[in-house]
């Protein structure tokens, strides 16, 4: 417990050189100022906590000020005259043709395959045929 005291009263008192600030002794002469010097330099600009915390600032700084597209030349003569016109170009894909795909169905083709889902279900319930787990119901 007495260490303990001693160590908080000697981190809370700075050192005796630290209290009493050196005080110049009047035998020795302070010199003058030089009318010639250059000013003091101005203090430093004080960091916000922002700015303490992120130093190169918020991540919409960081992309506003980052260039992420790149200059891309002109092209040469030669390249031009090798490239084929850009609205004779034909493409096509290139996994094969577009597969077909069923037409939408209307309100009656609609109708007619609910009522057939409904049956379906009904005669299923009706021989005690259990849905799988994680069917709707």
């Known amino acids: 417990m007495a260490l303990a005291a001693l160590l908080a009263s000697s981190l809370a008192a700075p050192p005796l050189a630290a209290q009493t600030p050196a005080q110049p002794s009047a035998s020795s002469p302070t010199p003058a100022p030089d009318p010639s010097a250059a000013p003091a330099p101005a203090p430093a600009r004080q960091k916000t906590a ?3 915390r992120n130093p190169a600032g918020s991540p919409l700084d960081t992309l506003l ?5 790149p200059d891309v030349p002109e092209a040469k003569d030669f390249v031009k005259e090798a490239r084929p016109d850009p609205d004779t170009l034909s493409y096509q894909p290139t996994w094969g043709a577009e597969p077909t795909r069923p037409k939408p169905r209307n309100p009656a083709e609609l109708d007619t395959l609910r009522r057939e889902l409904s049956g379906a279900e009904a005669s299923n319930k009706a021989r005690g045929v259990v849905p799988p787990a994680g ?3």
């Open 65 to 69: 000020n980052t260039k992420i597209w």
């Open 135 to 137: 069917a709707q119901q």
């Open 50 to 52: 922002v700015e303490k």
